[in-house]
């Protein structure tokens, strides 16, 4: 699984990020590459929610990246030349701050060490991304959707899995990280 990590990553070094946002609480998310229209075709929910059922109603449509990378059920800091901008308690504007000030920035290197279960995502203008487990929790702590319909999803356990973006989640095979895993 590290070899595949490392694969699966190596071809975003160099490339800015765009579109980076806050999303609920304080998930982050970033698109990577060229923009497609992401469509997401009305359906009719079964929710007692109002809103929800509104929602669900209405077409979507946003650009995404050829790769998305959302951070979410983890611990995280953003740190730029030094000073914390913003962490995963931040308050809904310093995260939103923080996003900015990483929007553009270019992927210089990811590191995930295997024994600290730490992924690292640093940026050419100075900006860096910690992410870490919740307690012990087995939770997914990142997933980097791919081009090709796939997604590499890393949880706490440090157990990976590299497989179809449509699978379920009882679907997904886990393999551990052995080793820490760097690039470039």
Not at 30 to 37: I, N, S, T, V, W
Not at 67 to 93: I, K, M, Q, T, Y
Not at 107 to 112: E, N, P, S, V
Request: net charge negative; charged share 20%; glycine share 8%.
């Amino acid at each position: 699984m590290d070899d595949a990590i490392a694969t699966v990553f190596a071809p975003l070094i160099g490339l800015p990020c765009w579109g980076v946002a806050r999303g609920q609480g304080s998930i982050l998310s970033f698109e990577f590459g060229a923009p497609r229209l992401f469509v997401r075709e009305p359906f009719v929910s079964s929710s007692s929610s109002p809103k929800v059922r509104d929602l669900a109603a209405r077409r979507v449509v946003r650009p995404v990246g050829a790769w998305n990378l959302f951070v979410f059920c983890c611990h995280w800091r953003v740190v730029a030349s030094g000073e914390a901008l913003a962490d995963d308690d931040s308050p809904p504007a310093q995260i939103d701050a923080a996003a900015r000030a990483m929007d553009g920035q270019s992927l210089t290197a990811f590191t995930l060490g295997a024994a600290s279960r730490q992924a690292v995502f640093a940026f050419d203008l100075g900006a860096r991304l910690t992410a870490w487990p919740c307690a012990s929790n087995g939770e997914e702590q990142w997933s980097l959707y791919l081009p090709d319909e796939r997604v590499l999803t890393y949880r706490a356990d440090s157990c990976a899995s590299l497989g179809a973006a449509d699978d379920k989640l009882e679907q997904a095979v886990w393999q551990a990280v052995a080793w820490s895993v760097g690039i470039p």
